[in-house]
Each structure stands twice: as structure tokens, then as C-alpha cells.
């Protein structure tokens, strides 16, 4: 009986241990994701293809670089969330020489404010934690797609370049200096520690 009752609360704190990873995900987010999922179904065959819509490669880097794509793919999924929106069917009035019944058409409009609600809800939920969580990325962001739209046919643009070169170059150079430093001065730190408790 106590092998029973141990196994039964190593159980419990085992189960309660795994769900610290995913708790950002409340229940009712989950079931409006799973309700979106039966509105927008595909194939197995599709959706395990291989190729997923975000690569995970770039949440193998350093924090810094995490944090700078997951602000990217929130941004993402607030513009595809936004043109889901936009694709539903908009709610019309009923007419008398329509061909659906009043049933169907019913039914119609309420799985599509349905999933009009739930999009919205997710919606909200991806701008609270960008806004919140990513504004620094957000504005970096931003930055970086002005530097996709540098004019570079321009000769004023690319005088301005040059004269602005030697600053950026010497900006970039002892960036990359000062985080080789903070790299050793860690390295250094530790070793010490180590050594001092060893």
C-alpha cells in the first residue's frame, strides 16, 4: 500500500513537473487553437511534411538571436493571423432567392464568427506577449526592414554610405571585441570560482 501511494505521487509531481515547459499556453488558448485546427484541416501527409512554417534552426543560437526571431515570428503570425481574418466570409443578409436554407446558412455564419472569434482571440494573445515581451525586437525590426528598402542605385545614398563607413565599421569592430571580452572575463570567473571551491 505505501509502494502504491509513493508510486502515485512520484506520478503526480512527475506529471506536474513536465506541464512547467508548456503552462504559458493556457486551456482556453489551446482549445481555440484545436477549434481553429478543425476549421483549417489538411492532410497529415501535408502538415508532417518536412517543412515546417518556422525553421527551429534559428532557436539554436544564442538568447540574443532567439529573442530577435521570436519577435520576427510573432510579428509573422500577427500578418497572417490579420489576412486569415481577412479571408473569412463576411456575414451578409439572408435573401429571398437564395439557394441555401436558412439552416445552412445559419450554420455557416456561426462557424464563421466562430473562427472569426478565435482568430481574434489568438490575435490578441500574440500582440499582448510581442508588446510586452518583445518591443525591443520589434523596433529592431523595424530598423532592419528600412535597411532592405537603402535605395542603393542612388549616388547620394551611396555618398552618404561611404562617409558613414569608417563609423559603422569601428562600431561593428569593438562590438565584437566587447563580447569576446565578456566571453573571457566569464571564462576567467568560472575557472576562479572552481578553483576556489575545489
Same mark, same amino acid.
Not at 529573442?67 to 435573401?95: R, W
Given at each position: ?14 506529471? =506536474? &513537473?513536465?506541464?512547467?515547459?508548456? /503552462? ?8 481555440? *487553437?484545436? @477549434? ?68 445552412? =446558412? &445559419?450554420?455557416?455564419?456561426?462557424? /464563421? ?8 482571440? *489568438?490575435? @490578441? ?68 570560482? =572552481?578553483?576556489?571551491?575545489?
Amino acid at each position: 500500500m505505501v509502494a502504491m501511494a509513493r508510486a502515485v505521487v512520484c506520478l503526480f509531481l512527475w506529471l =506536474s &513537473v513536465c506541464q512547467v515547459r508548456s /503552462s504559458h499556453i493556457n486551456v482556453e488558448m489551446n482549445r481555440t *487553437i484545436q @477549434n481553429l485546427l478543425q476549421h483549417y484541416k489538411i492532410r497529415n501527409v501535408e502538415r508532417f511534411d518536412g517543412k515546417p512554417v518556422f525553421s527551429r534552426n534559428a532557436l539554436a543560437g544564442k538568447m540574443e538571436m532567439k529573442k530577435l526571431f521570436m519577435g520576427a515570428v510573432l510579428e509573422t503570425y500577427e500578418k497572417l493571423i490579420d489576412k486569415m481574418l481577412k479571408q473569412l466570409p463576411t456575414s451578409s443578409p439572408q435573401t429571398t432567392g437564395s439557394n441555401d436554407g436558412p439552416a445552412s =446558412s &445559419v450554420t455557416a455564419a456561426d462557424a /464563421s464568427g466562430d473562427v472569426r472569434t478565435g482568430l481574434k482571440y *489568438i490575435l @490578441n494573445k500574440i500582440k499582448m506577449l510581442r508588446q510586452h515581451r518583445y518591443r525591443e525586437q520589434g523596433v529592431l525590426l523595424q530598423e532592419l526592414q528600412t535597411l532592405q528598402h537603402i535605395q542603393m542605385d542612388k549616388h547620394v545614398v551611396q555618398s552618404k554610405a561611404l562617409w558613414e563607413l569608417p563609423w559603422l565599421y569601428e562600431e561593428a569592430s569593438s562590438l565584437s571585441d566587447e563580447m569576446q571580452r565578456r566571453r573571457r572575463r566569464r571564462r576567467q570567473t568560472r575557472r576562479l570560482k =572552481s578553483q576556489l571551491s575545489g
